[in-house]
């Protein structure tokens, strides 16, 4: 299992659109995990923060920015050991607790599905290739099918909803109960039972080994790039840094956050410092213990810089997308983003499992708190975002 000294920044079960109300983009059988931060602080070794996507109970969003509601770690635990002497399950005894707590963000994994993260944030998993989202009616949709995965030769398309699972129905299920249904051995089958137009339809694929590429790059007329980051998992921050320095001299970047539900904060730190030359990106608490994290030195300081956001850009993407908003770094284009910023801090219970209960917050340069309320981008663009993002490079002198 992957070490437990880890705060974890993680909204839950969301469903893709305009402001992205209910939609968890990360992982039915694809596992992008929505946001890890990962680093050393000295006191305990490799430190792991995340930020995953699994929200709330529906409702809109944006909301009003309000105190964290935290379930008590010591009762968690308590209520686990308790359950393990007497034969139960540490798991549901942790979770009573916790939908007792009102803690929002909290949520409680088996070993299993804590280790698959692991894999997540490797960019690996193993699965169908799949990302799906809950409805507001608690109905689960195919939001993406990974091309060339199991799912897409299969015929599976966005937009699908999935009814079943090996004949267990998922309706109502919280998306991370989805994942751990898709998740299994190499090589076995699964059962998907869905409906398309009123029609259903049922499909038996096998699992595999999958991998993503969270960076990609590409050249717009003028001296533009475009580096898409889907989420923040090892090596990203390195490849937007490797795509900066590669970008024509003299032309401006469009960083697109888009859909991004967050990643090991690391990777965001330096994907940020890219792009700057040291310097505060975030502050956060731990039960009010203040820490900070900082750039590294000699980004670029001077390449004309858009973000593209919209409501899914989540966590540790907002993280970035509000670092270089505050230090006057890049103009924001899109929708306002998901908001996303308590941190969560997992506990291993007696039977493996692990709780994640939210201890703390963060805060953007400017000590702006975007939990609840996301970040409002500086030119708002619901569609024809790029174009938008061009526009403004082109004020700058950067483009056609």
Same mark, same amino acid.
């Given at each position: 299992?992957?070490?437990?000294?880890?705060?974890?920044?993680?909204?839950?079960?969301?469903?893709?659109?305009?402001?992205?109300?209910?939609?968890?983009?990360?992982?039915?059988?694809?596992?992008?995990?929505?946001?890890?931060?990962?680093?050393?602080?000295?006191?305990?070794?490799?430190?792991?923060?995340?930020?995953?996507?699994?929200?709330?109970?529906?409702?809109?969003?944006? $909301?009003?920015?309000?105190?964290?509601?935290?379930?008590?770690?010591?009762?968690?635990?308590?209520?686990?050991?308790?359950?393990?002497?007497?034969?139960?399950?540490?798991?549901?005894?942790?979770?009573?607790?916790?939908?007792?707590?009102?803690?929002?963000?909290?949520?409680?994994?088996? $070993?299993?599905?804590?280790?698959?993260?692991?894999?997540?944030?490797?960019?690996?998993?193993?699965?169908?290739?799949?990302?799906?989202?809950?409805?507001?009616?608690?109905?689960?949709?195919?939001?993406?099918?990974?091309?060339?995965?199991?799912?897409?030769?299969?015929?599976?398309?966005?937009?699908?909803?999935?009814?079943?699972?090996?004949?267990?129905?998922?309706?109502?299920?919280?998306?991370?109960?989805?994942?751990?249904?898709?998740?299994?051995?190499?090589?076995?089958?699964?059962?998907?039972?869905?409906?398309?137009?009123?029609?259903?339809?049922?499909?038996?694929?096998?699992?595999?080994?999958?991998?993503?590429?969270?960076?990609?790059?590409?050249?717009?007329?003028?001296?533009?790039?475009?580096?898409?980051?889907?989420?923040?998992?090892?090596?990203?921050?390195?490849?937007?840094? %490797?795509?900066?320095?590669?970008?024509?001299?003299?032309?401006?970047?469009?960083?697109?956050?888009?859909?991004?539900?967050?990643?090991?904060?690391?990777?965001?730190?330096?994907?940020?410092?890219?792009?700057?030359?040291?310097?505060?990106?975030?502050?956060?608490?731990?039960?009010?213990?203040?820490?900070?994290?900082?750039?590294?030195?000699?980004?670029?300081?001077?390449?004309?810089?858009?973000?593209?956001?919209?409501?899914?850009?989540?966590?540790?993407?907002?993280?970035?997308?509000?670092?270089?908003?505050?230090?006057?770094?890049?103009?924001?284009?899109?929708?306002? %983003?998901?908001?996303?910023?308590?941190?969560?801090?997992?506990?291993?219970?007696?039977?493996?499992?692990?709780?994640?209960?939210?201890?703390?917050?963060?805060? %953007?340069?400017?000590?702006?708190?975007?939990?609840?309320?996301?970040?409002?981008?500086?030119?708002?663009?619901?569609?024809?975002?790029?174009?938008?993002?061009?526009?403004?490079?082109?004020?700058?002198?950067?483009?056609?």
């Amino acid at each position: 299992m992957p070490g437990l000294t880890a705060l974890r920044l993680r909204p839950r079960d969301v469903r893709r659109g305009a402001v992205l109300t209910l939609v968890f983009l990360a992982a039915v059988g694809a596992g992008a995990c929505t946001g890890s931060w990962d680093f050393a602080d000295g006191e305990a070794g490799s430190t792991l923060l995340v930020a995953r996507t699994d929200p709330p109970a529906p409702g809109p969003h944006p $909301q009003p920015p309000r105190e964290a509601a935290t379930a008590d770690r010591d009762a968690v635990a308590r209520a686990a050991a308790e359950a393990v002497a007497e034969g139960k399950s540490a798991k549901s005894a942790a979770q009573d607790v916790v939908s007792r707590s009102g803690d929002r963000w909290a949520a409680v994994y088996d $070993q299993g599905e804590y280790e698959a993260f692991a894999d997540d944030l490797d960019g690996r998993w193993t699965g169908v290739g799949l990302w799906a989202g809950r409805l507001r009616d608690g109905r689960i949709e195919i939001d993406r099918v990974q091309p060339g995965s199991p799912a897409a030769r299969a015929g599976m398309r966005a937009g699908d909803r999935l009814l079943s699972i090996d004949g267990q129905g998922v309706t109502g299920l919280k998306v991370a109960e989805v994942v751990a249904l898709l998740r299994g051995e190499a090589g076995t089958p699964v059962e998907l039972k869905l409906t398309r137009g009123g029609t259903d339809l049922t499909q038996t694929v096998r699992r595999e080994e999958l991998r993503s590429e969270p960076v990609t790059v590409r050249e717009l007329p003028g001296g533009i790039t475009v580096i898409k980051v889907a989420s923040f998992t090892r090596g990203s921050g390195e490849r937007v840094r %490797t795509a900066v320095r590669a970008a024509p001299a003299g032309g401006g970047v469009m960083l697109d956050l888009r859909g991004n539900t967050g990643g090991l904060v690391t990777e965001a730190v330096t994907a940020a410092s890219a792009f700057l030359d040291g310097g505060l990106v975030a502050t956060y608490d731990v039960r009010g213990a203040q820490r900070a994290l900082y750039a590294t030195p000699g980004g670029d300081t001077a390449r004309p810089l858009v973000t593209l956001v919209d409501g899914g850009t989540m966590s540790a993407a907002e993280l970035v997308t509000g670092a270089l908003q505050d230090r006057g770094r890049a103009v924001a284009v899109g929708t306002r %983003t998901f908001g996303k910023g308590t941190v969560q801090m997992p506990t291993e219970l007696p039977d493996g499992s692990v709780a994640e209960l939210t201890v703390g917050t963060y805060r %953007t340069p400017a000590g702006r708190s975007l939990d609840g309320t996301g970040i409002t981008p500086d030119l708002a663009a619901a569609d024809r975002v790029e174009e938008r993002a061009r526009t403004v490079l082109s004020g700058i002198g950067v483009g056609p």
